[in-house]
Nanobody
Framework: VQLQASGGGLVQAGDSLTLSCAASGRSFNMHTMGWFRQAPGKEREFVACITWSGGSTHYANSMKGRFTISRDNAKNTVDLRMNSLKPEDTAVYYC?????????????????WGQGTQVTVSS
C-alpha cells in the first residue's frame, strides 16, 4: 500500500486549501482513512478521519466546522478541505490508513502513512 499526499502550499490566514491523498494497493475501501499533522517541535496530532464507507467522520475539536474530510472509494482518494485557515494550522499534513473500519484517532492504529505535504499559513 502506498499513500501519496498532495495539495499543500503557502496561503494566507482565512484562505482555503484542499489536500488530497491517493492510495494504491488493495482494500482501500475496507479501511478507515485519516489525516494527521505535525508542526515543528510538536507531536503528530489527529486532524480527521472517515470510516470505510464514508458514513462516519470525526474531527479534532479545533478543526470542527472548518475542515471537511471526504473519500471516493472508486478513485481510492481521500480529501481534506480546509477553510478559514489560521497560522496555527501550519504543519506537515499526513494521510494514513487505519487498521480497522471504525473511527480511529490515535496514530498507533494506523499502519500506512503518506510522505506528508507542507501547509504554511501566513498571518
Amino acid at each position: 500500500v502506498q499513500l501519496q499526499a498532495s495539495g499543500g502550499g503557502l496561503v494566507q490566514a482565512g484562505d482555503s486549501l484542499t489536500l488530497s491523498c491517493a492510495a494504491s494497493g488493495r482494500s482501500f475501501n475496507m479501511h478507515t482513512m485519516g489525516w494527521f499533522r505535525q508542526a515543528p517541535g510538536k507531536e503528530r496530532e489527529f486532524v480527521a478521519c472517515i470510516t470505510w464507507s464514508g458514513g462516519s467522520t470525526h474531527y479534532a475539536n479545533s478543526m470542527k466546522g472548518r475542515f471537511t474530510i471526504s473519500r471516493d472509494n472508486a478513485k481510492n482518494t481521500v480529501d481534506l478541505r480546509m477553510n478559514s485557515l489560521k497560522p496555527e494550522d501550519t504543519a506537515v499534513y499526513y494521510c494514513a490508513r487505519g487498521k480497522g473500519i471504525v473511527v480511529i484517532t490515535t496514530t498507533g492504529w494506523y499502519d500506512y502513512w503518506g510522505q506528508g505535504t507542507q501547509v504554511t499559513v501566513s498571518s
